[in-house]
C-alpha cells in the first residue's frame, strides 16, 4: 500500500467562511487521517486540512477522492487539493 499526504484549502464564497470541521468530518468518513505515525509508534496531529492515507491507489486518485469530498463542505469555489506519496518524512508536530 502506498502512503499519501493530501492537503485541502477551502476558499471564502461571498458571506459563506470555509468550514474545516465540516471539512474534518467529511475527510475521516472517506477514511483520511488528521494524525501521523512516527517509526516509534507515537502519534502526532497534522496542520489544520492536512490529511494522510495509506491505499492502493495513485497520486491522482487520491487527490479526485479528496477533491470529490471537500466539494461536498464547499463545491465553489473549487476547493484547492495536493496529493503526493511519501516514502520517508520528517516533522516538528504536537504529540497527541
Not at 71 to 83: E, G, L, R, S
Request: proline share 6%; glycine share 4%; hydrophobic share 45%.
Amino acid at each position: 500500500m502506498a502512503r499519501f499526504a493530501v492537503r485541502v484549502e477551502l476558499h471564502e464564497n461571498g458571506t459563506q467562511k470555509p468550514n474545516y470541521e465540516e471539512l474534518h468530518e467529511v475527510m475521516r468518513a472517506a477514511g483520511f487521517n488528521q494524525l501521523i505515525q512516527d517509526v516509534t509508534g507515537k502519534w502526532f496531529k497534522l496542520p489544520t486540512a492536512v490529511y494522510v492515507i495509506e491505499v492502493n491507489a495513485s497520486a491522482e486518485k487520491v487527490a479526485s477522492v479528496a477533491l470529490a469530498n471537500a466539494k461536498k463542505v464547499q463545491p465553489n469555489p473549487t476547493p484547492w487539493v495536493i496529493a503526493f506519496e511519501y516514502i520517508n518524512a520528517n516533522w516538528t508536530l504536537k504529540p497527541v
